[in-house]
T-cell receptor
Framework: GQQLNQSPQSMFIQEGEDVSMNCTSS?????WLWYKQDPGEGPVLLIA?????ELTSNGRLTAQFGITRKDSFLNISASIPSDVGIYFC????????????FGKGMKLTVNP | DGGITQSPKYLFRKEGQNVTLSCEQN?????MYWYRQDPGQGLRLIYY???????QKGDIAEGYSVSREKKESFPLTVTSAQKNPTAFYLC?????????????FGQGTRLTVV
């Protein structure tokens, strides 16, 4: 099945640093979703994007729906230890597909 | 509170056994999904259902079966035909149509073959 290219696959940062991650696709998407997953838990929705160019913030998180509709990025500012986890992007291809496509995730480690 | 609930959280299966994972939602969502998660693999779609008594295979349906007798419930059976069932299983639900909607996930079930 189709998957998104999510990068980087992992990051090790110091507390207080900013982090950025992105997802790209070879086809056009009409929805981008960003999730965070803690170990042994289900993904929790962080930000949802529905319009090309849309820039949305949720506290220290900012995400954008790429203008080409083939990419999205998520930024976390001033990281804290509880930001550790796996961050997934998910997208819904245009054309009426009911199925979400997921990236492989980015594992974030924050050193206090 | 509205949400999506999976049970059990941990499940152990002997070789050759069928096991059923439960997924219940009270969000009044139309569509429900089952995903399998392996380390470094991301989420892979097993089955999904958009309406009661109807469901479609996802990308890795072999060795699995589902039913959708009620809108709120979408149980997944891992059959003995699934050769490598040890994984983390996630259930999700969405409204329909899916345009401008999000998917919400349960807490997951970790299945281990012993």
């Amino acid at each position: 099945g189709q998957q998104l290219n999510q990068s980087p696959q992992s990051m090790f940062i110091q507390e207080g640093e900013d982090v950025s991650m992105n997802c790209t696709s070879s086809s056009i998407f009409n929805t981008w979703l960003w999730y965070k997953q803690d170990p042994g838990e289900g993904p929790v929705l962080l930000i949802a994007l529905y319009k090309a160019g849309e820039l949305t913030s949720n506290g220290r998180l900012t995400a954008q729906f790429g203008i080409t509709r083939k990419d999205s990025f998520l930024n976390i500012s001033a990281s804290i230890p509880s930001d550790v986890g796996i961050y997934f992007c998910a997208g819904r291809p245009s054309g009426g597909s009911e199925k979400l496509v997921f990236g492989k995730g980015m594992k974030l480690t924050v050193n206090p | 509170d509205g949400g999506i609930t999976q049970s059990p959280k941990y499940l152990f299966r002997k070789e050759g056994q069928n096991v059923t994972l439960s997924c219940e939602q009270n969000l009044n969502h139309d569509a429900m999904y089952w995903y399998r998660q392996d380390p470094g693999q991301g989420l892979r779609l097993i089955y999904y259902s958009q309406i009661v008594n109807d469901f479609q295979k996802g990308d890795i349906a072999e060795g699995y079966s589902v039913s959708r007798e009620k809108k709120e419930s979408f149980p997944l059976t891992v059959t003995s035909a699934q050769k490598n069932p040890t994984a983390f299983y996630l259930c999700a639900s969405t409204l329909l149509p899916t345009e401008n909607t999000e998917a919400f996930f349960g807490q997951g079930t970790r299945l281990t073959v012993v």
